[in-house]
Structure formats: structure tokens, C-alpha cells
């Protein structure tokens, strides 16, 4: 069965300066699902050229390209222009698209500058694709034959909903009649990346003509497998065999399947148990709160989190005895315990969570080197737990991996 091919291309001179590209890993997961193989992506700067240039590269390899960014009215804005230039048509003015730009701000009354007009000017032939949370709308163009190209803007609150109900609809219909995915996706905590990878190469090597990918950041990893079959039937059924295989390698570091994050795994295991939880941070400094308060209803479980970076506050807020950050310093599994069942107590909630490390770049020693963290969670009921963690990497990448690596201690002690 052949597989249709997709492209990205992502505008923007921010992107070539240190932006991080959000769109190719959320783009590709949503293809991959509907059936599509992701030949490629490309960023390129605001310049006609290198958009036209790199529009004619990706169609030279897929039946349907996506297009991201470059069509606000602003100077630097320059992807209708270079989509009109590679494919050799005219930019068309439709003066009912500018009402429409012009009753969107009228609804916030605010006038119109002049430069929004360029936002209504079309790709001859192109359909256009109404955008209800901007100003700027999309548009898809037919390019010799069957292949598509579809323009989007570029802020993801514009740019993902309008994939998701305009364009991936019409993409199927178009390139992927005929085609059923079988997809199954899992993410994975507690675990390296070359484990995780070397659990799985039994399931690989039993699925030729799977497409599999294995991502790690920030303490996590996933993985997804995907295979095209010919009727919805033949879908189901591989797709639940890939599960029950995936999971039968990799299944204990299992958190969540699909777009589960971590956070919204333990918040369902909270709530299935009637737990609530409350958290003390010292090196993360609020990631671990501002995870677990990013899950809509994280309410009904999470009662509080305490920062506590100086000692004064962990003694003062969590109860920490001051003997024990004198002896033990306050990186130290004692010290992590003890925050943990402060946090319990002060907010009364069943579970405790703490952390306290040294993120660096400074302030490691030898016996305490940077890197060194203590995650530690308090009950429920009179269990507790310390980990001791070496996370390598840059200060961000210790405070992002000792939150997972807290998140996880959580995640199994509230099945426990």
C-alpha cells in the first residue's frame, strides 16, 4: 500500500534565532495518526526567495505540504507572496475577505490599520480558509493535480484548530482515501531513552512495515508506532495487537497512552483513589505546581504547593527541623523526607510531595556535586519514599528532569 507523504514548512526569522518550533512535533503526531509519512520539515526565514525555494523543495517530495506562519500584515509577512511567486499565480484582492478582517475588529472596536488589507489578498485558485480566532486566514492551493498546499498562520491558538477541523479533514479525503491507520502511542516516565529503546527492538523487528518513533525530553519518553491497513477492521486489530506487544516490553514505565502527559496521569490516578496532593519545591522552583495546575480540574486533587529555596522558609512554612538542615544540609534525603511530610501536614492533603537539589551551575561540591537531587513523597497512609537522583545537563534540564522524575514518585505511590 503506498503512503501519503506529508511536508512542513515553518516561516519565521525567530526560528533561525533561538524560537523553539512547537508545530513539527504536534504536526507530525496528527499526520502520522491520519496515515501520513512525514518526509520533512523546513524552517526558513522571512525572505520571498527561501520561502519559494523551500515550497518547491517539500512538493517535489509529498502530496501535501503545511505551511506555517508568515501571513499577518505586517512587512516581514511574505508567504502569500512567495507561494504566489513558486507556483507561478497572480495574488488576487477579495474584497469580502477584507469585511470580514474589518467586522472582527469592529467587534473589539478597534480600527483597521491599512496594512491588514494585505491579509485579503488570495493565491489565484486558492480556497480560503476561515480563521475564527484571527485575523489572518488560511488558504489551500491545488498544485499539479492532487497535491495540496495549505497556508496557515503561524500562532498555534490559530494555527492548531484550524489544522485540526479544516485542513487534516480535507488532506484525508484527498491523499488518504482507502487508507486506515492503526496507530498506538505511549508515553513513558522513570526510564533512559536507550532502555526504553532496547525493550522495544523485538517488537520492531516483528513489525516490518510499521513506522515507529522514540522521542526523550525532558525525562520522558515516547513512543509511537503506526501501520496503514486496508479496511477499519484490519486498523483495529493491529492496532491492538502493537498495544499489547508495546506494552508487554515497556509496560511498567508506562504512564499514560495517547497524549497523556505525566501530570494528567496522576491526577487521574488521584482522583480514581480520592487523594489529594500537595507539594514542596526547592530547586524546581514551581514547575512541579505549574504542571499539575496546567490539567483542567487539577482542583479536585491538588491542594497547594509551598517554594521553599531558603532553609528559613522550609523550617518556618514546612517545619523542617533547623538540627537537621544543620547536620544533614538541605540537599539530603532527610531533608527532602522531611519537606515532603511538611507539605503533607501544612495543607492537610493525603500525599506529600518534595524535591531539593542542586541545579547549578555553581554551588555543587564533591560529596554533593551538581546535579544531585532528592525527590521524597509522604504517605498515603504512613508510607513515604526518598529517590536519589545524577541528572546531567544544563541548570533547565535538571529542574525539568527532577520535576518528572517527582511527578513519577507521585504517579506509583498513589497506585500503591
Known sequence: MRVPKAALVCVGSELLAGQVNTHQAWLSVRLRRAGFEVTGEESVPDDVTAIAAAL????????????????????????????????????????????????????????????????????????????????????????RGRRSVCLLPGPATEFYPMFERLVLPRLVRDHARGVRPAAFSVRLSGVPESVADERLDPVRARWPRARFTILASGGEVSFHAAQNETSAAAARRTAARLRREILAAVGEFAHGEGDETLEAALGRRLRARGLTLAVAESCTGGLIGARLTSVPGASEYFRGGTIAYANAVKVRALGVPRALLARRGAVSPEVAAAMARGARRAAGASVGLAVTGIAGPGGGTKAKPVGLVYAAVSGPGRRGCVR???IHGPREAVRSRAATAALRLAFDAAAS
Open 388 to 390: 536519589r537522583l545524577r
Open 56 to 143: 518547491r523543495r517539500a512538493l517535489a517530495r509529498a502530496d501535501a505540504v503545511i505551511v506555517g506562519g508568515g501571513l499577518g500584515p505586517t512587512f516581514d509577512d511574505l508567504t502569500r507572496e512567495a507561494a504566489a511567486d513558486a507556483f507561478g499565480r497572480a495574488l488576487v484582492f477579495r474584497p469580502g475577505l477584507w469585511r470580514t478582517i474589518r467586522r472582527r475588529y469592529a467587534r473589539y472596536h478597534a480600527a483597521v490599520p491599512e496594512e491588514n488589507k494585505r491579509q485579503a489578498l488570495v493565491v489565484s485558485g486558492a480556497e480560503v480558509l476561515p480563521n475564527p480566532h484571527g485575523s489572518a486566514p488560511g488558504q489551500r492551493i491545488r498544485v
